[in-house]
């Protein structure tokens, strides 16, 4: 399921604000109407989606929107909860045999974690299992690198067009030495389509590249664990053997609320006995 990311808004909208209070406070509130030529917007804008136009095919181009959307989105993954499903699935391969997964895993909204688990339960080797699932990993990198590209490529183009809009105002302006009037406009638009094309280049962009980015590394990791687990279940290794083989992926502070956990459920067991 996935939430929203308040990261991505957030860091958006403190870097527009720190711009703005720069501006105010250098020149007041009657300097900002400086910073804004629409003829600089559209050589930069125009430019990049020129540009990308050229890049990629419509079909890429028509996930552009998709694929941001889940910039600002993030999906909840909990490895210690993932390690608690395979314990239990490893538990009840052991007592009811492993066919009995294929009914526990019906509805396990993961598509990952079902696949894998009926690829065991249907008895491919696990050297199989491991390549089926990694060729899976390997084709969701694929596809997240092509969607993430756009924007790679966008954070490319745009300070690119934004220096190809920098010529053409110190053109317009050159040409118009001899009237001084003109000679402020070209500037404007020499100065602030440089300014546009890096900021979108490094506040939009290359962020969210890079957040998206770091999403599929989250994801890859994730999906690590579910082939570990898989294979795990899949020999009829222990649950507590299974539990401490996928508790290398956790962090020294998870690792050790699990610890104090199971020593506090084993005390209650004690106790109740």
């Known amino acids: 399921m996935r939430k929203l990311d308040k990261l991505t808004p957030v860091g958006l909208m403190v870097g527009v604000i720190m711009i703005i209070f720069g501006i105010v406070a250098s020149g007041g509130w009657t300097g900002i109407k400086s910073?804004?030529?629409?003829?600089?917007?559209?050589?930069?804008?125009?430019?990049?989606?020129?540009?990308?136009?050229?890049?990629?095919?419509?079909?890429?181009?028509?996930?552009?929107?998709?694929?941001?959307?889940?910039?600002?989105?993030?999906?909840?993954?909990?490895?210690?909860?993932?390690?608690?499903?395979?314990?239990?699935?490893?538990?009840?391969?052991?007592?009811?045999?492993?066919?009995?997964?294929?009914?526990?895993?019906?509805?396990?909204?993961?598509?990952?974690?079902?696949?894998?688990?009926?690829?065991?339960?249907?008895?491919?080797?696990?050297?199989?299992?491991?390549?089926?699932?990694?060729?899976?990993?390997?084709?969701?990198?694929?596809?997240?690198?092509?969607?993430?590209n756009i924007f790679e490529k966008a954070g490319d183009y745009a300070p690119a067009w934004g220096m190809i809009g920098t010529l053409i105002g110190l053109v317009l302006m050159l040409k118009n030495m001899d009237d001084p009037s003109e000679l402020g406009s070209g500037m404007a638009i020499a100065l602030l389509t440089t300014l546009y094309g890096t900021l979108l280049a490094n506040l939009f962009f290359n962020p969210l590249a890079a957040k998206l980015e770091s999403q599929t590394d989250d994801e890859i990791f994730y999906k690590q664990v579910v082939i570990e687990g898989v294979i795990g279940v899949q020999t009829g290794q222990n649950p507590t053997i299974l539990r401490e083989k996928l508790s290398v992926y956790l962090s020294e502070t998870e690792k050790k609320a699990i610890e104090e956990r199971l020593e506090l459920t084993e005390g209650f067991e004690h106790e109740a006995q």
């Open 35 to 148: 910073f804004f030529d629409f003829s600089s917007i559209f050589i930069v804008i125009g430019g990049v989606v020129a540009g990308l136009f050229i890049s990629f095919q419509m079909k890429d181009l028509r996930k552009t929107f998709i694929v941001m959307k889940k910039g600002f989105s993030k999906e909840e993954r909990s490895i210690e909860s993932l390690i608690e499903t395979f314990v239990k699935l490893a538990d009840r391969a052991r007592r009811e045999g492993i066919l009995s997964l294929e009914l526990e895993v019906v509805n396990e909204p993961n598509p990952f974690i079902r696949k894998g688990v009926l690829l065991a339960v249907d008895g491919i080797e696990p050297e199989m299992i491991r390549d089926i699932l990694n060729a899976d990993i390997d084709a969701m990198e694929e596809r997240h690198r092509k969607g993430r």
